[in-house]
């Protein structure tokens, strides 16, 4: 079961369309001008009655609608939003704006194609808005398609080079790329451009961690926080770097900062109790899971984590309870199903392996461990099966072979293998693994040096 980190993203707003400068100006002209200077209310009170007054040019009153539109964006009612914006561009048909918001407001509503296609059509009509590039490479990043994005905001930053927002974004999708030499450069650069931007110092210091330098991701945290001592992610994912250095009593720090900023912020108790875990603390970090499942009755992980925690605190019908629990609400997780057979057993329960499998995916990892369980495989051939081209994926299967075949040698009585596998565990799974604290747990328990 691979730890879950929690980390951090960015949107674009609505642009502003403008009525005739020449024309005269009356009190609703005054106060539909979509934007926040002016209360929404009064906004969509005044543009209805620009609208509605029978004294305005087609543009004019598309500009009104448009306004009005900006102000049911802003109040979240996306849906008379784009009723206005498409009476914008009835009346006025190259207006780029309008086609822009109308954009804006179908991606509030998740419905991400509507939006590239009115953005695609307002990059037609006026192909030198850095901004709707900018919007547009953000649908087709939040569609996962990063290289599309990848150029949209390649064409933002040709336009306006100063565009800070566009260099970090650009860097998140090359950090969904796995490219992070990359998304650190544009995170350079968006922060030569504005030196208190701290979502790109927070963003920098994730792909510092995926390169494995946690002390300059550490050091971007501080940054963060610096500029911004309220900043719960950058405290939470500080705590993470120093996790992975080892330093579970800086991380324990972190995470203890953010629950004092947010005390309904699950993801730091999560991560405070998998420090507590580390540290040998069971106890403490069954509590902190207690307040993960009391803010989020459904998390899966939560149940499965508190498992293995009461698993190796001895206490063995809870621990059954908990992975019971975890598999009720995703019957697919393999992991669950596994440490369900391994503490079952030791429970002296009737497996349900076999039967378990049928709602499980068995034509990827972990399956041929589960294969193992069942006698299907031998624990060399599943380290065999470990074998991958990736090497970050190779690596977290491995560890799964030697630590899952640690616990079957375990179970047939065989300690010396047993341990040689845990010991192989200890030393090699990444130390954000649930098989690293599990390896170092079984260790303990048997009285073996790490």
């Not at 920098?204 to 494995?212: D, I, L, N, Q, S």
């Not at 911004?228 to 579970?248: E, F, H, L």
């Not at 925690?309 to 019971?324: I, Q, T």
Request: with cysteine.
């Amino acid at each position: 079961m691979r730890y879950l980190l929690f980390m951090s993203a960015i949107l674009a707003g609505a642009m502003l369309l403008t009525i005739d400068a020449n024309a005269q100006i009356s009190s609703e002209r005054r106060n539909c001008t979509g934007n926040p200077d002016v209360d929404w209310d009064q906004q969509i009170k005044s543009c209805t009655a620009l609208i509605q007054s029978g004294r305005e040019t087609a543009h004019d009153r598309a500009v009104g609608y448009g306004n009005r539109g900006n102000a049911y964006l802003a109040k979240g009612d996306n849906d008379r939003a784009i009723a206005d914006y498409t009476q914008a561009v009835k009346l006025d048909p190259k207006y780029t704006v309008a086609y822009n918001n109308r954009a804006s407001a179908y991606r509030a509503k998740g419905d991400i194609d509507r939006a590239i296609a009115d953005y695609t059509q307002a990059i037609q009509l006026d192909p030198k808005q850095a901004v709707v590039y900018y919007n547009r490479g953000n649908a087709y990043r939040a569609k996962g398609d990063n290289d599309r994005a990848i150029a949209d905001y390649t064409h933002a930053i040709q336009l306006d080079s100063k565009h800070a927002v566009a260099y970090n974004n650009r860097g998140i999708a090359y950090y969904a790329k796995g490219d992070n030499d990359r998304a650190i450069a544009d995170y350079n650069q968006a922060i030569q451009l504005d030196p208190k931007y701290a979502a790109a110092y927070n963003n920098r210091a994730f792909a510092y961690r995926a390169k494995g330098d946690n002390d300059r991701a550490i050091a971007d945290y501080d940054q963060v926080i610096q500029l911004d001592p309220k900043y719960t992610v950058a405290y939470n994912n500080r705590g993470i770097a120093y996790y992975a250095k080892g330093d579970n009593d800086r991380a324990i720090a972190g995470y203890d900062q953010v629950i004092q900023l947010d005390p309904k912020y699950a993801a730091a108790y999560n991560n405070r109790a998998f420090a507590y875990r580390a540290k040998g603390d069971n106890d403490r970090a069954i509590a902190d899971y207690d307040q993960v499942i009391q803010l989020d009755p459904k998390n899966t992980y939560a149940y499965f984590h508190r498992g293995l925690a009461n698993l190796y605190a001895g206490a063995l019908p809870k621990a059954l309870a908990d992975l019971n629990q975890a598999s009720a609400l995703d019957p697919k997780d393999a992991y669950a199903a596994l440490w369900r057979d391994i503490v079952g057993q030791r429970s002296n329960v009737p497996r349900d392996l076999p039967q378990a499998i049928s709602t499980i995916d068995m034509s990827k990892w972990p399956a041929p461990v589960i294969h193992m369980f069942l006698g299907q495989m031998t624990p060399a051939a599943v380290l065999a099966a470990a074998d991958n081209p990736d090497a970050k994926t190779k690596e977290g299967q491995v560890c799964d072979a030697n630590l899952y075949s640690g616990e079957l040698a375990l179970r047939q009585g065989a300690k010396d293998d047993a341990t040689r596998q845990f010991r192989l565990a200890a030393s090699d799974c990444p130390k954000t693994f649930d098989e690293w604290l599990a390896a170092n747990a079984e260790l303990k328990t048997l009285g073996a040096a790490p």
